[in-house]
């Protein structure tokens, strides 16, 4: 009874891929054919945005918090 007794270590399990990673393996769905795939246009390229000059940063910073920018000068102006 205890001789007949395999460890998982010694048997090979039947369902074992054989890829490199270990993980499970991609297969494509089947009913999809090959042409209906292919048909679809690919996504259009993303627009970037240009670069914001300095100017830009100044006023959109003094707008979001205006008192910092305001403290500086006349701190600045009584030194």
Same mark, same amino acid.
């Given at each position: ?5 395999? *460890?998982?270590?010694? $048997? *090979?399990?039947?369902?074992? &891929? ?8 991609? #297969? ?5 054919? $090959?042409?209906?795939?292919? &048909? ?7 627009? /970037?945005?240009?670069?914001? *000059?300095?100017? #830009?940063? /100044? ?5 979001? #918090? ?8 006349? *701190?600045?102006?009584?030194?």
């Amino acid at each position: 009874m205890g001789a007949t007794h395999s *460890t998982p270590f010694t $048997s *090979t399990a039947s369902c074992e &891929s054989s890829n490199d990673g270990g993980g499970p393996s991609y #297969e494509p769905d089947s009913n999809i054919p $090959s042409a209906a795939a292919s &048909s679809v246009p690919p996504a259009p390229m993303p627009v /970037l945005a240009r670069p914001e *000059t300095f100017e #830009e940063k /100044l006023y959109r910073k003094f707008k979001a #918090e205006p008192l910092i920018p305001i403290g500086c000068l006349t *701190t600045a102006y009584f030194l």
